[in-house]
């Protein structure tokens, strides 16, 4: 992204592009980040780069309705620093129910209705299972034809 791009310019780089497309003080501070002491103090240090390309950026000084201005994101308010949803299914759903799987097969689809789970989270006990509990979690059909689930001693 452009905001990037500026971040990681050198001053006579930067200075280039000021020089070029002239914007006010104001529009150099929301860009650049810097005061109009510290410019000052940099057009004294650092001079333009003449053969730096500065047409990449007309976007941030030259607004049309094609290209929208983009400011940079001030530090500490990027969207990563936001409180994210976690996916899936809120609460110890999953842990509870691995919590309660019987020694004695029981009817699969009952237990994940009680357990308010889905059948495809018991079935993958290695992927959800953080009990630590002594015994495999089971999941198979018995010689009727009904799911059961159950937990080796």
Excluded: C
Excluded at 46 to 73: A, G, M, N, Q, R
Excluded at 122 to 131: A, G, I, N, P, V
Aim: no cysteine; aromatic share 10%; charged share 25%.
């Amino acid at each position: 992204m452009l905001q990037e791009k500026i971040k990681d310019l050198s001053w006579t780089q930067s200075l280039s592009i000021i020089q070029h497309y002239k914007p006010s003080e104001q529009r150099i501070g929301e860009i650049f980040g810097i005061s109009k002491e510290k410019l000052q103090t940099l057009g004294i240090i650092f001079k333009p780069d003449p053969t730096f390309d500065v047409t990449p950026y007309y976007v941030l000084f030259e607004p049309s309705s094609e290209h929208p201005v983009t400011l940079p994101i001030p530090k500490g308010e990027s969207h990563y620093s936001q409180n994210k949803k976690r996916a899936g299914r809120p609460g110890n759903n999953i842990i509870n129910s691995f919590w309660n799987v019987p020694s004695t097969p029981v009817g699969a689809i009952e237990f994940a209705e009680k357990s308010n789970v889905s059948l495809s989270v018991l079935r993958q006990s290695k992927r959800f299972d953080k009990t630590n509990l002594l015994g495999k979690v089971h999941v198979r059909k018995n010689k009727d034809g009904i799911l059961m689930i159950w937990r080796d001693k």
